[in-house]
């Protein structure tokens, strides 16, 4: 009997609530589209300096990976990254969103407030969430 009640009353509340929308699970860090326009056999990344920025990482590893991923010489110029050689967007997208999972993302709790320590030697990914300390898969 009171099982009864206690169904007709859950559904007269959910009729009342309305239908429950799922939750769309999106990342609170997103990154941009990177900007490339090509001069000459030279590929300029206009926008480079903003993904540092938002990664809250150091410009010159960040250039030093993309360099490194692309086998190319880069250089900074004010806002923007110079690298020999015709490169095509996808791949710096590709490149920055591995860079992001890799050596920005907390392996824990996903979160992206994370800071690299240095203790002696050795470089640590600590979050800022959850405190876990872990070694980042890039350097």
Known sequence: MWAMDYEKLLQRLRSKL???KPKSRTQRLELPQPQI???GRK???RNFMEFPRIMRRDPNKVLMFLAKELATAASIDGERAIFIGLKDPQSFSTLLNRYMKEAVLCPVCNSPDTHIEKSKRLQFLVCEACGARSVPKIT
């Open 43 to 45: 590929t300029i990344f």
């Open 37 to 39: 326009t090509w001069v």
């Open 18 to 20: 309305g239908e429950e």
